[in-house]
Structures are given as structure tokens and as C-alpha cells.
């Protein structure tokens, strides 16, 4: 039985990264996607962990191959997603999790319809802001333009399945792990993963 891919995005300073890395720690059976990027890796990332990067040529070249599920330039730096990954988590039986920006979320949507989509909010603007400048790690130009980015991303929320707004941690992680386990025990899923045992209860 293949696994489910999991679409998880936000705007920046949502805290999707926080809530993803709690999933995949205490959740069993659920992998995360490593998508590729042109961005520079930042300190405390590993490579093939969080991203697997690369150059814009290598990147260019395997985009016109056709090897990504989607792709985007976000912040003037490239991401996408590989068609390879994916396919190898699902194919496997274990359910993939995509952590990706809504740009990104909205071509794979797109080219997977049977995709579980949640969007991150954050419980205001100005919490939003306080996020995002206390990374340390962008200077003020960049942190301007990623609020202005994150406001137009917010605007797409209505096109996900799920939406978690982001304002106890915890409760929020409870709300996400509470989908992954809800569409786990989707009747297809179960009656699949099962089918032995309901065999066997409706035998004469």
C-alpha cells in the first residue's frame, strides 16, 4: 500500500518548520520530502537533512530533465521538488511530508489532487514580524520583503484541505498530528491496509 503525501506550507514565520520537526520526531511512519535549493545553507542545516543544495546550473539543467514536481524562485533563490523523492517515500508505504512554500504548494496540488494540504497561519501580524526578525539571520531588507511576501501568502489559505493557526505551539502540533492520524483512518486506507482482517470478520 503507498503512503499519503502530506503538503504542509505557510508563509515565512509561520513556524511550519517547528511543527514538521515535531511530526517526523514522534510520528512513526511519516518522512520528510528534502527538496533541492539554490540558497545558501545556513548554520546548524545538513546536507540531504533540510535541503539538498546545489548551484543554479545543476538546478536549471535538472528542471529542463523534467526531475521536478514543482519548482519556484522565492527571495530570489530557487527550490523545487523532485519527482524521485517523493516516490521513494510513498512507494515504500510511508507517508511523505512536504514542507514547502505556498507557491510550491499550489503546483503540487495541482498535479496531485489525492495530496493532503494544511496551511499555517500565525495568530497576528505583529507576532508574524517578531518571528521573522528574530531569526537574526536576515538583514532588515530581507525581513521587510519577506513581510510583505507573507502577507500576500496568507491570502491563499483557503486553498488548502487543513488550516492550523499558529499561536499555542503545542496545541498546534496536537491539531496537525490530529490530521495526519484522521486521514490515516480514511476508509480506502484502512479498508487496504486491512484487508485480510475485514475478510476474515465477514466470512460465513
Known sequence: MSGQLFIVS?????????????????TPGIRLS????TRA???????????????N?????MRERGEFL???NVFGNQYGTSHAAIEAVVDAGDDAVLEIDCQGAAQVRARHPGATSVFILPPSRDVLRARLTGRGSDSPEAIARRTADALAEMRQHAEADYLIINDDFDEAYAELNAIVRAERCRHARQAAKHAPLI??????
Not at 505557510?10 to 514538521?20: I, Q, R
Not at 528534502?34 to 535549493?37: A, E, L
Not at 545553507?41 to 548551484?55: A, N, P
Open 10 to 26: 505557510a508563509p515565512s514565520g509561520a513556524g511550519k518548520t517547528s511543527l514538521v520537526s515535531r511530526l517526523l520526531r514522534e
Open 34 to 37: 528534502v527538496s533541492h535549493t
Open 41 to 55: 545553507r545556513r548554520e546548524g542545516e545538513i546536507v540531504g537533512v533540510h535541503y539538498h543544495f546545489t548551484d
Open 57 to 61: 546550473d545543476t538546478f536549471d539543467a
Open 70 to 72: 514543482e519548482s519556484a
Open 199 to 204: 475478510a476474515e470478520l465477514l466470512t460465513d
